[in-house]
């Protein structure tokens, strides 16, 4: 999915003539219902192209199968816009593209933002991103927007614009998260009429990029590693994003307390947990990008010092390598940070004190618990961590950790994307 995601950029070069197809005037939007569709030739990926397709008042047949069956039915069509990525060698089979869209469906005056993906021939994936996504009493068109050919900087994404009284606008940029289940904001833009203005950035790196934006002369400026998921589920209101680079660098900054006095560091990749400082040591199991980690010791290593760390109730080594410590390098702290995978129980489970059927319990779980996955064992075992509270975005270091039976949960990339699973 990634590498699908990276082939479907929009050409550079067609901005301009993308941006003046899909920005649909503000002015009596609500009054016309229209569909309009262009096809790109995708030059990193000589065989696809790009079909964009922006709509206002009607949705494309595409799309209506799923947003029906997806909980909107009896809402109108305000505004969205699909990319589809299609094979020229099957020019006419869109039902079998790789695709995304971002709809605002509306209902007894209440909008809402509905993002969909769909791999392949795959049914499509619909995510309630919902009216928090949306700022309050606004109008706003939604575009795909590679705006003011800033090369490969500012991501390819989909743009809900606000106009604004002074002639100028302000729009939110979102799109998929690599791996395809997590829709985040990645990016705030602000111009005057004349085309001037800032952008805050942030392309799935984890840091608020600055931009200074004029008409046709654009300079990248400072980047405020953060670490804070941006994911529109894990976000309270679209608020939440920066506006301003006074803001990004308080939020940025303000992420970081939580590590003052603290031991903790960042397990990331897939990187083996050992139980003794050496590569030929039994592994433990694997653990999860995002694991937060006690640092409790060190021993050199032939490559890179062995890290002895402390994951909830068990001790073991992980090659310095995959360890990452938030006052050293933020920036590659905050870069590799994603929020950890979520289990649910199916059914009323036990979580046991080992990866053993006859292991000892450690605490009932009842049907549609929450937990975060930490790593994966040998023999189909998933090491997980039950928080004291509701589950958020950060693993609850202080909350109770024990192993259950992977073929008893449902595992998803989040708490809304796991609960949709096997659930009407």
């Not at 799309?63 to 299609?86: K, N, P, R, V």
């Not at 200074?212 to 589920?233: F, Q, R, T, V």
């Not at 310095?320 to 590659?332: I, K, L, M, R, W």
Request: overall charge negative.
């Amino acid at each position: 999915m990634k590498r699908a995601l990276r082939e479907t950029r929009v050409v550079r070069s067609v901005a301009a003539m993308l941006l003046a197809l899909l920005l649909v005037s503000f002015q009596g939007m609500a009054a016309f219902a229209e569909i309009e569709t262009l096809d790109v030739d995708d030059r990193m990926n000589m065989t696809t192209f790009s079909r964009i397709t922006a709509f206002t008042g009607e949705l494309p047949e595409a799309l209506e199968e799923a947003l029906m069956s997806g909980g909107f039915a009896g809402y109108d069509c305000y505004a969205g816009a699909m990319l589809q990525q299609l094979s020229k060698l099957e020019y006419m089979d869109t039902a079998g593209s790789i695709a995304w869209a971002l709809v605002a469906m509306e209902k007894d005056g209440r909008r809402e933002l509905v993002g969909l993906t769909r791999d392949n021939k795959d049914p499509w994936s619909v995510s309630k991103l919902g009216a928090k996504a949306l700022l309050p009493e606004r109008e706003f068109t939604v575009t795909l927007s590679d705006a003011h050919s800033r090369g490969d900087k500012l991501p390819t994404r989909f743009s809900v614009a606000y106009p604004r009284e002074d002639g100028g606008s302000e729009a939110y940029g979102m799109w998929i998260q690599y791996g395809g289940s997590t829709w985040n904001a990645v990016s705030y833009e602000s111009v005057d009429a004349q085309g001037k203005g800032i952008a805050i950035v942030n392309d799935f790196n984890n840091w608020f990029e600055i931009w200074s934006l004029s008409a046709g002369k654009n300079a990248s400026g400072p980047s405020y590693p953060a670490y804070l998921p941006l994911s529109l589920e894990h976000m309270d209101s679209i608020l939440d994003y920066p506006t301003n680079e006074a803001d990004a660098k308080r939020l940025a900054e303000a992420s970081w307390a939580r590590f003052a006095g603290t031991d903790l560091a960042m397990a990331w990749g897939e990187v083996n947990f050992r139980e003794e400082p050496s590569m030929e040591a039994r592994i433990l199991g694997k653990t999860k990008t995002g694991v937060l980690v006690h640092a409790i010791g060190l021993e050199n290593g032939n490559i890179a010092p062995w890290i002895h760390v402390r994951l909830g109730r068990e001790e073991g080594w992980i090659s310095g390598t995959y360890v990452s410590f938030p006052q050293e390098n933020s920036h590659d702290f905050a870069r590799i940070f994603r929020p950890l995978p979520v289990a649910r129980a199916t059914e009323d489970r036990i979580l046991r004190a080992g990866p053993q059927d006859d292991a000892e319990a450690v605490e009932e779980l009842p049907k549609d618990t929450l937990m975060h996955v930490l790593a994966e064992t040998e023999g189909g075992w998933l090491y997980v961590m039950l928080p004291r509270g509701e589950i958020g975005w950060e693993m609850d270091v202080d909350g109770v950790c024990g192993y259950v039976a992977a073929d008893e949960v449902s595992v998803g990339a989040s708490a809304g994307a796991v609960m949709a699973v096997d659930i009407p």
